[in-house]
């Protein structure tokens, strides 16, 4: 019995057609549609090659040029009809240029396998999308930047432990982020180095029996060097997991950012008040004005993690070259982008409406003895050594605690209880000062954040912002 004739090109090889539910399972094309604009230039500078060196007739790789960018055209313009049957979208593709320019389009595949394909697909993805990470990091650093100056000389108690620690500036607070931010930029910018190989050329695993010229397609597509190792081209994601570690730090870097804008803003920290614009109410509770997007931006970096995870364990153990496993490379990958392209974006367009309450911060800053660093580093100026002058001190705060008195309420005469080296000198300490005391690089001394604001400032001009 003659069984219906397949769409798949591997059909002839079979008696029997594939099975509904394995067709399904296989299929990709619901999801490596996406790669649509990407295959198609692909296989446009295949084309090309191919008619150049002489391996398929001039005319049918013009005719197979054209029929591909029409194609291009059907897609962006969404006349497509992506079918399941032909699996994915380099099926996809190549069934619909047949249909368009007829027995030339049986020419494209020679000397190329879908393994290298969608190896090429992948890291010409994976370029477009850095570039747009980078953008959406450098868009955030100047929010944050903005935010900074703005409140540039605004005080708030530093924190560890989530206990108050010392004073800071709020500023300083912030551009602790920017540096996150930073690296996170050259976490991409670095991987884009290893994304920016040309797998195509690998064939399906041990390289193609034709005289092609790697380096033409590699200059057409614009990658700076074609891969060295033909099974390594084609089995190789490290890029794809190197993107998602980095979009997982990032993410924990946003979910931190967005953990202390939801502290701050709450009635007990009333550093800030998020925009209306940014914050959700609530469906019982008339009053509520809750940080729901601060909330899903950190909540959000758990899949970005999934991802990662899951990239990993995919490829752990797995055999050289293509295993069909890879085809699970673009789901998370896809998600982990999209997801951090538009967590950054939003984040970054919170940050502008955020009013900070300096009075409250710089008062929080003052209470709970977090001038007591300072206190004993003036008796190590007096000569203490510093261990000695700690332990003066834990005394003098668990004297004062006991009173219910701040350091600032006590005499001369009740600190000389506990030193002799103590005189008049040590009732100037306050918030200020021992803010412009730190005066060190990487401190929050007023001279060193200014400087610091417009470093990160010329930073983001360097990189044309
Ligand atoms: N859809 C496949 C993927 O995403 C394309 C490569 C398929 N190769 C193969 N030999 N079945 O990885």
């Known amino acids: 019995m003659a069984k219906k004739k397949s769409a798949k090109v591997w059909a002839a090889r079979f008696a029997k057609a594939t099975d509904p ?3 399904a399972f296989t299929a990709s094309i619901d999801v490596d549609r996406r790669l649509a604009r990407y295959d198609i230039a692909g296989s446009i500078a295949h084309a090309r090659m191919l008619a150049k060196q002489g391996i398929i007739p001039q005319e049918d790789g013009e005719a197979i040029v054209r029929g591909l960018e029409e194609i291009g055209e059907e897609i962006e313009a969404g006349r497509f009809e992506f079918s399941r049957e032909l699996e994915d979208i380099h099926m996809n593709i190549e069934a619909r ?6 027995p030339a389009a ?6 190329r396998s879908r393994n290298d394909q969608v190896a090429t697909d992948l890291r010409l993805y994976l370029k477009d999308a850095i570039t747009g990470v980078v953008a959406s990091l450098r868009r955030l650093q100047g929010a944050l930047l903005d935010l900074s100056e703005a409140n540039r000389w605004v005080i708030m108690p530093g924190y560890t432990h989530l206990q108050r620690a010392q004073p800071l500036l709020f500023a300083h607070h912030l551009l602790a982020y920017f540096e996150m931010f930073d690296r996170d930029v050259g976490r991409f910018q670095d991987c884009l180095r290893r994304v920016d190989v040309l797998p195509l050329g690998a064939g399906a695993l041990a390289g193609v029996s034709y005289r092609i010229d790697r380096r033409f397609v590699a200059r057409e597509l614009g ?21 998602q570690a980095a979009a997982a730090l990032t993410m924990m870097h946003v979910s931190r950012l967005a953990e202390e804008l939801v502290l701050w803003s709450t009635a007990e920290f009333g550093f800030i008040q ?12 008339p009053q509520k004005r809750n940080p729901d997007v601060a909330e899903l931006a950190r909540a959000k970096t758990g899949r970005v993690y999934g991802n990662l995870m899951s990239i990993l364990t995919v490829l752990k153990g797995l055999p050289l070259a293509y295993c069909l496993d890879l085809q699970e490379d673009k789901a ?9 392209l538009v967590t950054l974006a939003v984040v970054a367009a919170m940050l502008p409406g955020i009013r900070v309450d300096a009075e409250r911060s710089q008062a929080a800053a003052s209470e709970s003895y977090t001038l007591a660093t300072d206190v004993a580093d003036y008796l190590v100026r007096q000569g203490l050594p510093f261990r000695e002058a700690h ?20 005499s001369v005469e ?4 506990f030193s002799p080296l103590f005189d008049e000198g040590v009732l100037k300490l306050d918030v200020r000062s021992v803010i412009e005391a730190r005066d060190v690089p990487g401190g929050t001394s007023p001279r060193r954040v200014a400087a610091a604001l417009k470093r990160a400032r010329r930073r983001l001009e360097s990189a044309g912002l």
């Open 332 to 340: 998370g990958l896809f998600d982990s982008a999209d997801t951090l």
């Open 274 to 285: 998020i925009d209306e614009a940014f914050v959700g109410g609530s469906s019982i509770m």
């Open 21 to 23: 539910q394995a067709e």
């Open 97 to 102: 240029l047949r249909q368009k320019i007829g």
């Open 391 to 410: 332990g003066v001190v834990g005394q003098l705060v668990r004297y004062a605690d006991e009173r219910g008195k701040g350091l600032s309420e006590l």
């Open 223 to 243: 990658f700076g060097r074609v891969s060295d190792n033909s099974l390594d081209a084609v089995s190789d994601r490290d890029c794809v997991v190197e993107f």
């Open 414 to 417: 009740e600190y000389r209880r």
């Open 106 to 111: 049986d020419r494209l595949h020679t000397a």
